[in-house]
């Protein structure tokens, strides 16, 4: 596998909503991970906030003004989706990352991400379903992701294993390409970029990762799950629906 070059510019997203308990550490940890695997130092890691409530945004601004890789901005409405899609587009680097501020995946699977972009790949998807991925969680949150897992890969036609881990990483063709195709501001970006990165032919890859629900027991999630799935219904359906209206040039 190919290593980062000293010139290529890495940047990590953490779309936070009202994360206040875990920020700071996580943020940190996340740092000191990135300083000993990329020695070059040419990475930033951008704290993403969707209009949190609580004391997130003076905490972020804090490891900002602490931590020389960190940056922070503010968006004044919510949307996960929202807020690393902007992420994305504000900078400009040569990988994207997006991954959940709570770091339920394990740091050490930030190095494949970057490893397979740099072997061809476009797009590289974190996946809790392939066979070498170790996952933890609930019962029912699981019965309920395997659920939306079969449903979207039936109608929407892909063979993607896990669409809403919140762990992936781009190139600039799919961010300059894919990106403005998507509409969704939550949850449901995640499914929408492997969709249509696939749609216009960009090389996906699914990696496996070490997931786990409970690894900051400090914090529980704040994603109502049935609801977010039902909702995640009806975008599938309309999802299909402009895939088959979409003419690749």
């Known amino acids: 596998m190919q290593e980062t070059t000293s010139a290529q510019k890495v940047l990590v997203v953490l779309p936070v909503y009202n994360e206040e308990i875990i920020l700071a550490e996580n943020t940190k940890r996340t740092a000191e991970f990135m300083r000993a695997s990329f020695p070059t130092k040419n990475f930033k890691i951008v704290i993403a906030d969707n209009n949190s409530s609580d004391r997130t945004g003076e905490i972020g601004r804090k490891l900002a ?22 992420a994305f587009q504000k900078y400009q680097v040569d990988i994207y990352i997006v991954m959940d501020s709570d770091l339920a995946v394990e740091l050490e699977a930030v190095k494949r991400l970057v490893e397979t972009i740099n072997d061809g790949y476009d797009l590289v998807v974190g996946s809790r379903f392939l066979k070498q991925s170790k996952l933890v969680r609930s019962v029912w949150r699981d ?28 190139n600039n063709q799919v961010r300059d390409r894919v990106l403005p195709l998507t509409k969704d501001d939550g949850f449901f970006l995640d499914t929408e970029i492997i969709v249509w990165a696939e749609k ?13 629900e409970f690894r900051n027991t400090k914090r529980k999630s ?19 629906d402009n895939l088959d209206k979409y003419k690749v040039e």
């Open 143 to 170: 019965f309920v992701s395997r659920t939306y897992r079969f449903l979207a890969r039936k109608i929407l036609r892909t063979k993607v294993s896990d669409f809403q881990c919140g762990f992936k990483a781009i």
């Open 222 to 240: 704040t994603v109502k799950v049935w609801e977010t799935t039902v909702r995640y219904l009806s975008q599938i359906k309309q999802l299909r």
């Open 200 to 212: 216009l032919g960009f090389k996906v890859k699914e990696i496996p990762v070490d997931w786990s």
């Open 65 to 86: 003004e602490e931590l020389p890789e960190v940056e922070y901005f503010f968006l004044n409405r919510q949307g996960k989706g929202l807020a690393w899609r902007q």
